[in-house]
């Protein structure tokens, strides 16, 4: 099987509802402003309590890209262009071409809008479409049901349990679910999406 090179660089994903721009430290304030909430932590690995850890976890996000395992985002309200979130390619084997997709959260006001879906349609679309992947990857922690659903809403496939995978800031040992996209199933995956996406949406007034 012959691809073009899986050319790993910063790269704008634009759609219709949400534009991912590639994560810098410029955008420190902005995602510390709306990342303050303590509930889109709860079932992180990490909770981001101050300033500094915000920083931090940015620069990590950096670092990352910097040996090519990672490729970050500021994700950004279309028509506003209000920072919301961020996200990220993560584990990234170009050898294998095999991406994760993680690392992602929403202030409440953008969440149960059309931001995620699309954000993860676009991120899809450029693994599968333009990288040539065979595999994207998706995990959870395993108490996180909602976000279990939200992956299988997707149309990923449940894979299993990687027990006590993670140490969590308080100590809890964490176990991981995981679920993944192949090629095969991405046209299928990728028209469920579009459905979703012309459907009626709440959107946020900010």
């Known amino acids: ?40 932590w709860q079932w992180t690995p990490y909770h981001i309590k101050t300033r500094d850890e915000m920083h931090t976890y940015i620069q990590t996000a950096l670092n990352w890209q910097e040996i090519g395992t990672a490729l970050p985002f500021v994700t950004i309200a279309q028509g506003t262009d209000r920072v919301v979130g961020s996200t990220r390619f993560g584990n990234i084997d170009v050898r294998n071409r095999r991406v994760e997709i993680g690392w992602t959260w929403i202030g409440k006001p953008w969440q149960r809008t059309p931001v ?28 996180n049901e909602r976000s279990r659903a939200a992956i299988l809403r997707l149309g990923a496939k449940q894979e299993g349990i990687l027990r006590h995978h993670m140490i969590t800031d308080s100590g809890r040992l964490r176990n991981t679910m995981y679920f993944s996209i192949i090629n095969d199933e991405w046209p299928e995956v990728k028209a469920r999406l579009q459905t979703l996406l012309v459907k009626p949406w709440n959107h946020p007034n900010e």
């Open 116 to 143: 995620n879906t699309e954000a993860k349609f676009l991120m899809l679309q450029h693994a599968f479409e333009t990288w040539g992947c065979i595999r994207v990857e998706l995990k959870t922690d395993v108490l």
């Open 1 to 40: 099987m012959k691809h073009t090179p899986m050319i790993v660089e910063p790269v704008t994903l634009p759609g219709q509802h949400v534009r991912l721009e590639p994560l810098t430290m410029d955008q420190l304030d902005a995602l510390w402003e709306v990342g303050q909430d303590p509930a889109l």
